[in-house]
C-alpha cells in the first residue's frame, strides 16, 4: 500500500544551514537556485517549460524524528504539527511553489526557495489555481502575526 | 536520508472507483467527505480548525508503476508526468487543497476531495497563501482546453 520514496533530483539552493532561511511575517522567499533532475527522469519534464509555477515535493532530510505539538520559530505558543510548517512531521515531506524561471534540459531554474542546499526533490507538479485571497482563513499564524505587530 | 511513509489517516470520500472522480476542464471538485486521522497523530490537529484551507498529501496507493510520458486524460498529446497530476508518478503521491468545514476530534470534515475512499493520508499543511491569478501560467493544459472548446 505504501512505496519506497525515491529521489529524482536534488536541489541547489544558497541555503546551507536552516538559520539563513527566512522565517516569520512577511519572510520573502526570493530565493533562486536550481531543481538538477536525474537523467532518468528527465522526459517525465517535457512541456514543464509552460508553467509559471511549480509545486515541489521534497525531503526534510536533515530533520530528525517528529513532534506532534510544539512551539514554532513565528510564536511563542505551541501548536499541532499539521497547523504548521514545522519539518519535524510523521512523514518528513516539504512543499514550496516556486516561479519557474527557465528550463535548460534537466536543470530547472527557479525563483521562491526555502530548501536547503542538497535537498532530495520527491515530485514536481504544475500549479493550476489559486484559493481567493479573501476566502483564505490563516487561524493561529494571522493571530500570532497581529500580537507580534502589537 | 529517505523515509518510510507512514499513513496518519484515511479519506473517506464518496468514490470507490476513479472512473467516478470529476476530471477535466472545469471539473469541480466539490465532493465533501472526511479525513479520519488515526488517534496516535490527533494531538499534531491541534488549532487545525483555524485554518479555511488545507493541502492533504496522500498516497496513490492503487495505482501502478510509472509513465514519465503520457497522454492525460484531458488531452490528445502526451506530456511529462511532472507537467500533469497523473497518478503514476515515480513517488506516487497525490496533493489537493481542500476546504476544512468543521473538526469533530481526530476527523476533518471536508469539501474538495478528489481522491478514491480508503485513500492513505501522508500529511496535512495549513494553506497560506495563493499565487495571483494574473500571474499564473498553465502551459499546455491552458492550450489544450481551448483547442477542445474550438
Avoid at 515541489?56 to 511563542?76: C, H, K, N, S, Y
Avoid at 526555502?114 to 489559486?130: A, E, N, R, V
Wanted: hydrophobic letters at 40%.
Amino acid at each position: 500500500m505504501m512505496f519506497s520514496p525515491q529521489p529524482i533530483g536534488y536541489v541547489k539552493s544558497p541555503y546551507q544551514n536552516t538559520k539563513e532561511i527566512p522565517k516569520g511575517f512577511g519572510a520573502k522567499h526570493e530565493a533562486e537556485g536550481v531543481l538538477e533532475i536525474l537523467p532518468e527522469f528527465e522526459l517525465g519534464l517535457t512541456d514543464i517549460e509552460g508553467f509559471s509555477h511549480l509545486f515541489v515535493l521534497w525531503v526534510f532530510d536533515r530533520a530528525e524524528g517528529f513532534e506532534l505539538f510544539g512551539i514554532p520559530p513565528i510564536d511563542d505558543r505551541p501548536h499541532g504539527v499539521f497547523a504548521t510548517r514545522s519539518p519535524r512531521r510523521p512523514n518528513p515531506i516539504g512543499l514550496t511553489v516556486v516561479e519557474l524561471l527557465r528550463r535548460d534540459g534537466r536543470i530547472l531554474h527557479v525563483r521562491g526557495l526555502d530548501m536547503l542546499d542538497g535537498t532530495p526533490i520527491l515530485d514536481i507538479k504544475p500549479y493550476l489555481s489559486s484559493i481567493a485571497p479573501e476566502s483564505l482563513r490563516r487561524g493561529w499564524m494571522a493571530e500570532a502575526e497581529v500580537r507580534r505587530r502589537e
